[in-house]
Every structure is written in structure tokens, then in C-alpha cells.
């Protein structure tokens, strides 16, 4: 009833797009972060809504991901463009101390 859902990975190349969703359930996002967790590396912020619509993002993604919530439908976005193979990883929304259960990106050369 209280969780976060993730959706939207798969197998993309080099330079594509691909959305994540985070569907939210019993909660309402003010603000929240995605992060990814590549193989054999710690779990990174990539970014988030950090209060009201203010945005913010890791260097590694900034000019290529951007981060947005539809309030009516209570879910976050994450929009992925220009994928880079190192942008591959597990990728979790969190809002406060929850965390969804993760959603794989790849992206091959």
C-alpha cells in the first residue's frame, strides 16, 4: 500500500531513450531522487525534485536526464536521452527512507 514502483527499463543503444515511472502508492511526492547502482559499483544519486518544481542532477547525467512528477497520477519521471553504455544500472526512486525494488537499464556500444 506504501511503496514505490519503478518501470520503464530495458535494452536500449547507444544514444537512445528510454522514460523510467515511479508510481507512487499511499504516499504524495514532494520530493524525491532516482539513483542507479551500476554492477560492481555504490548506489549513486543521479538526481531529483528537491522542493517544490526545483530540480537537480548529477554531473554525470545533467543536460541528458531530466526529472519530473505528474501529481494527478502521482508518479515521477525519470527521462533518459542520450544513453551512454555507462549509464547502465539498476535504477531505484526513493522518497525519504522508501525505495522501489529497481528497474535495469542497458545500454549497449
Known amino acids: 500500500q506504501v511503496q514505490l514502483v519503478e518501470s520503464g527499463g530495458g535494452l536500449v543503444q547507444a544514444g537512445g531513450s528510454l522514460r523510467l515511472s515511479c508510481l507512487a502508492s499511499g504516499i504524495k511526492f514532494d520530493a524525491m531522487g532516482w539513483y542507479r547502482q551500476a554492477p560492481g559499483k555504490q548506489r549513486e544519486w543521479v538526481g531529483g525534485i528537491i522542493s517544490r518544481e526545483n530540480t537537480n542532477y548529477a554531473d554525470s547525467v545533467k543536460g541528458r536526464f531530466t526529472v519530473s512528477r505528474d501529481n494527478a497520477r502521482n508518479t515521477a519521471y525519470l527521462q533518459m536521452n542520450s544513453l551512454k553504455p555507462e549509464d547502465t544500472a539498476v535504477y531505484y526512486c526513493?522518497?525519504?527512507?522508501?525505495w522501489g525494488q529497481g528497474t535495469l537499464v542497458t545500454v549497449s556500444s
Open positions: 526513493r522518497y525519504r527512507n522508501l
